[in-house]
């Protein structure tokens, strides 16, 4: 069979960068014959989709595959539902990728090769977790490497789309298999990791060892696709500051990838969905990156036919664009129980449409990057990432926005200097697991002039999460680990000082000078000075009882520990809070340690910013270069659900007064407003503007022009 004659010609070479706005459709196995492919179609055109990510196989067959073992729908009869939905899209012009899911098979797979599923640590292969008609496959096995090439390799020759996007294709935890456990051995040397130690050598050799098994994967997969069709890819889902694949190979590997966080769920801050902008650019950097927002509701039931609030779906996208995603809606199901998602989701993509020149970024105009580092999360947080990782990067995250600066993430992998080269400071949150070599980076930034902002146990371990000695980077920090680590702390505080000969205040301490004293962290580690600190804005204040309260008094006034070290070292500049600022932030949110994060990155960076925008409310700002314009995205998180949704209604800010640093050599054509429509009121002066935004709704561009 070849592909339907009225399929639209394939695409062409590098179409990765073209798509701005993806559709895609997951079907559910009754769906064929029942849904409106004519009424998605319309959808796609009327919203201005130009790429469209279609389920094809795997799980469930779309197309009438001669595969054996590859279930094709029950409910497919004589059609082709994913040749149906190709060829329309393809007459609409747009990129199609097709979506193949490998993670769970029925019964027949089972009974014909009882070694393609996944086995647990019990020894009993896996049924589903939620449908128990179905099994788990191996990830790292027969199935994947061999049944699932095959699969691949008859959809791409059938229908020459642009790219497999695979989802679930990298397992569902350890598999103890024949294979799995034959395959481990032979190339460690180990047995299977078993139990939950995440610092074991069994343990680490197998993140090492099934990491390589999956980019190999991706390579067999990658190979099939391009064989028959040149310009297309393998698009694994994957990547993310916490996701098992190294995120540096990815990003060298990719040249198109999507982030798969489709809302939020939970606890979770209105800057969740651009932070996923961040930490994939910090590796795929100029290269596309698409932002999966699911339409429903996703909570932990899992109510896949649900439908979010328009106010909620807004917000979440804004910030997704804002920084840099390319939005994708996702909608399971063909049938539509619940409409109200149609309109919102096409308004958007409508209003982005016409924004499009503007949404074409060439880089971030950022000067302070945020490091993440998946070493710091597997080997040192291991299974207490959340808190001792995870927590610190979200306070840290949520003091950056809360201030308004424009940042971008950066990886521990990239520190060389030519990546470093856009940023003026660096912010290492409890980045505890650093090598020599990470180490060595971080001084020469330094030593170019850079900032640099460390918190806790920075250093403290090397890339294996073993604890040194000494602080790697204690030189900068000028401070020595004394031995141990205080907490968690009661009642405990900071005095905030004077410079004792000019009685002065230190400009990390600005705003705080009529404090006297504010509440300190949670843990603090024990350091101390190694070279004299002319002054310490911050000194301990002992943990005291806190009860009964007769007994609530400092047993000790003061101390002249300092509980902040900020030095320069020629034209760089560092400051180290040794206790848990940016993770206690995230817990209480105290004003104080917010103001602290603030100015240590202004004295830090010790530059104009790149933008500055004031008024009231929260905002997400990013700045970002276009070929022949620049732009400041102005994201109104300010809400009444901005830390938890979903938001009930979008509720304007006020006036915003934004000032903005034009990059050397650019002349002003024109500035405008993307969302108001208006030319706003602006200023010049020499290399910058200050433009007045009279509110935002929940999404303004402020958008300069450039004469060619
Ligand atoms: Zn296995």
Same mark, same amino acid.
């Given at each position: 069979m070849t592909a339907p004659p009225d399929a639209g010609a394939p695409a062409e070479? /590098?179409?990765? *960068?073209?798509?701005?706005r993806w559709a895609q459709l997951t079907l559910v196995? /009754? *769906?064929? %014959?029942?849904?409106d492919v004519r009424f998605w179609l319309d959808y796609f055109r009327e919203i201005r989709a130009d790429a469209a990510c279609l389920s094809a196989g795997g799980c469930v067959a779309y197309y009438p595959t001669d595969i054996p073992l590859h279930y094709r729908s029950r409910f497919l009869g004589d059609g082709d539902a994913f040749g149906e939905l190709y060829a329309g899209c393809r007459r609409l012009g747009m990129n199609v990728i097709a979506r193949t899911d490998p993670h769970a098979v029925h019964d027949d797979v089972y009974a014909a090769h009882p070694d393609w599923i996944m086995v647990t640590e019990d020894g009993r292969p896996r049924r589903h977790w939620a449908d128990p008609e179905l099994w788990v496959t191996c990830a790292l096995g027969p199935y994947n490497f061999e049944f699932m090439t095959e699969v691949t390799r008859e959809i791409v020759r059938r229908y020459p789309v642009d790219g497999v996007f695979s989802n679930r294709w990298t397992g569902h935890g350890t598999c103890y298999c024949v294979h799995c456990r034959r395959r481990f051995k032979d190339a460690t040397g180990h047995d299977l990791p078993r139990g939950d130690d995440r610092r074991s050598p069994a343990y680490r050799a197998y993140l090492g060892w099934s990491q390589d098994r999956l980019f190999e994967l991706w390579d067999v997969w990658d190979a099939a696709v391009r064989a028959a069709v040149p310009h297309a890819r393998f698009i694994p889902n994957a990547g993310g500051a916490? %996701?098992?694949? *190294?995120m540096v190979r990815i990003g060298e590997k990719s040249e198109i990838l999507f982030a798969d966080r489709q809302a939020r769920r939970g606890l979770m801050p209105g800057w969740a969905n651009g932070r996923n902008g961040k930490e994939f650019r910090a590796t795929l950097g100029r290269k596309p990156i698409g932002g999966i927002f699911s339409v429903g509701v996703e909570e932990?039931?899992?109510?896949?036919d649900s439908v979010q609030s328009p106010a909620e779906l807004r917000l979440f996208v804004a910030d997704g664009v804002a920084n840099g995603l390319r939005p994708w809606f996702t909608k399971f199901c063909g049938m539509i129980y619940d409409p109200r998602w149609l309109q919102p989701v096409a308004d958007m993509y409508r209003m982005y449409d016409a924004w499009e020149p503007y949404l074409r970024n060439e880089a971030p105009l950022a000067r302070v990057g945020l490091v993440y580092s998946q070493q710091t999360w597997n080997h040192? %947080?291991?299974?207490h990432a959340e808190t001792q990782v995870e927590d610190h990067t979200r306070g840290m995250y949520h003091a950056l926005v809360e201030a308004r600066v424009p940042f971008e993430m950066v990886h521990d992998g990239l520190l060389d200097e030519a990546h470093l080269t856009p940023f003026k400071t660096l912010l290492l949150p409890n980045i505890a697991a650093l090598s020599d070599a990470q180490c060595r980076q971080l001084r020469a930034f330094v030593g170019r002039g850079g900032g640099l902002v460390a918190t806790h146990e920075t250093s403290l371990y090397d890339e294996w999460g073993e604890r040194r000695e000494d602080f790697g980077l204690g030189d900068l920090f000028g401070a020595r680990y004394a031995g141990g680590i205080e907490g968690p702390m009661q009642n405990a505080y900071l005095a905030v000082r004077r410079d004792p000969v000019t009685r002065g205040f230190h400009p990390l301490v600005c705003g705080l000078e009529d404090a006297g004293r504010i509440i300190n962290g949670r843990h603090r580690v024990k350091a101390e000075t190694t070279a004299p600190l002319p002054y310490a804005p911050l000194t301990l204040i002992e943990s005291y009882p806190d009860l009964p309260m007769e007994m609530v008094w400092p047993r000790v006034p003061d101390s002249d520990l300092p509980q902040v070290y900020a030095r320069r070292h020629g034209e760089g500049r560092v400051v180290y809070f040794p206790w848990d600022i940016d993770r206690t932030f995230w817990e209480v949110l105290s004003v104080d340690h917010g103001r602290l994060l603030a100015n240590a990155v202004r004295w830090a960076t010790d530059e104009e910013p790149p933008v500055t925008v004031t008024g009231s409310g929260v905002l997400d700002v990013t700045v970002w270069e276009q070929r022949r314009s620049m732009t400041v995205h102005l994201v109104n998180?300010? /809400?009444?659900?901005?830390?938890?949704?979903?938001?009930r209604e979008l509720i304007p800010v006020g006036e915003q007064v934004v000032r903005l640093r034009l990059p050397a050599g650019r002349e002003v054509a024109g500035v405008k407003l993307l969302r108001a429509g208006v030319a706003p009121e602006v200023r010049a002066e020499r290399g910058a503007l200050t433009v007045r935004v009279p509110s935002v709704l929940e999404h303004e561009v402020v958008a300069v022009d450039f004469r060619a």
């Open positions: 070479e /590098n179409w990765f *960068d073209r798509p701005m196995e /009754n *769906d064929p %014959g029942r849904y916490h %996701g098992k694949l *190294d932990r039931a899992r109510w896949k040192y %947080g291991a299974e998180l300010t /809400n009444p659900m901005m830390m938890k949704g979903p938001v």
